[in-house]
């Protein structure tokens, strides 16, 4: 089983109508995002996080629950509230965050829900937005001292938001630990140059890999690579429209952990996975629950 643990909170989509900016709201947070889409294309997994006494935090609390995860530990902190981030979406369905995240839970995780997660879980994946407060990194440093104890594998995506740090350097200090100790690691193509200074991806990659490490880097329309033995994979996208790239690399970590929990060893297969659901996630609007196993698997037949 997989297990998935950090924020779930809610993502507020902004859109032009009549001169008037209106908010949908989706369910989200990038390890939510990626339990979704494991349990979508038919994975055991699960989700530990916390979310506020409010109302997004019962919404979220109701929708997590109706997924039918074979695991699944979220509760409402009545001492918070629960994040928001705010998109905007450009051309392409590029988009911008701004979080509100003041007095919230998505950080406040006991440490003594590890114990729980170490045990049941084969991967334990970790968000990285807990990681920029000192309780969240203190509940990931013991899930994953004891994952590793337990024998099981661990997986991190750096995710990098720039408002939440006070520079990129502090938060690049920060998650430089959680690449080195994670089993396996994805990245974008921006957040790789904030770890390595190496020339070309394929350094890059063999850099952050050593040699027991996997690492995936996102490059968008371009497709993606990974790292593994010292040897370099890569693998083009699909070609589809994009809508909102919200989720997309959320998607593409659920499809390659969904193929590498099924045993898969071929690392071309397990990008092409990764690939199609990111792009398929890509030409909707919102992330949680944009993943549909048919055409997944459809498409990596074609």
Do not use: W
Request: overall charge negative; proline content about 2%.
């Amino acid at each position: 089983m997989i297990i998935c643990a950090g924020e779930i909170l809610a993502d507020l989509i902004g859109k032009e109508e009549n001169g008037r900016v209106l908010y949908e709201r989706f369910a989200g947070g990038a390890p939510f995002n990626v339990a979704c889409g494991l349990k979508q294309l038919g994975a055991r997994c699960g989700f530990f996080g916390r979310v506020g006494d409010d109302l997004i935090g019962r919404y979220l609390v109701g929708y997590a629950e109706s997924l039918g995860f074979d695991y699944l530990n979220v509760r409402a902190d009545r001492a918070r509230n629960t994040t928001l981030a705010f998109v905007e979406l450009g051309a392409g369905g590029e988009r911008r965050f701004s979080f509100f995240r003041k007095n919230t839970a998505d950080h406040a995780l006991p440490p003594e829900a590890a114990e729980e997660i170490a045990r049941a879980a084969d991967i334990v994946h970790i968000g990285s937005l807990p990681l920029s407060e000192e309780d969240g990194r203190a509940f990931a440093d013991r899930a994953i001292e004891l994952a590793h104890a337990y024998g099981k594998k661990v997986s991190f995506d750096v995710n990098y938001r720039d408002d939440l740090f006070e520079n990129e350097g502090q938060a690049a200090d920060i998650y430089a630990k959680y690449i080195a100790l994670a089993d396996i690691v994805k990245l974008s193509e921006e957040e790789i140059e904030m770890f390595s200074c190496a020339r070309s991806a394929e350094e890059m990659l063999r850099e952050l890999a050593g040699e027991n490490k996997t690492v995936f880097l996102t490059l968008g329309a371009a497709g993606s690579m990974a790292c593994r033995g010292g040897k370099i994979f890569s693998q083009p996208s699909i070609e589809i429209t994009p809508v909102d790239t919200t989720g997309a690399g959320d998607a593409f970590m659920a499809g390659v952990l969904f193929a590498l929990g099924q045993g898969e060893t071929d690392m071309n297969i397990v990008l092409r996975t990764g690939n199609v659901c990111g792009a398929l996630t890509a030409a909707r609007r919102g992330a949680a629950g944009a993943l549909d196993k048919n055409l997944v698997e459809e498409k990596l037949k074609g």
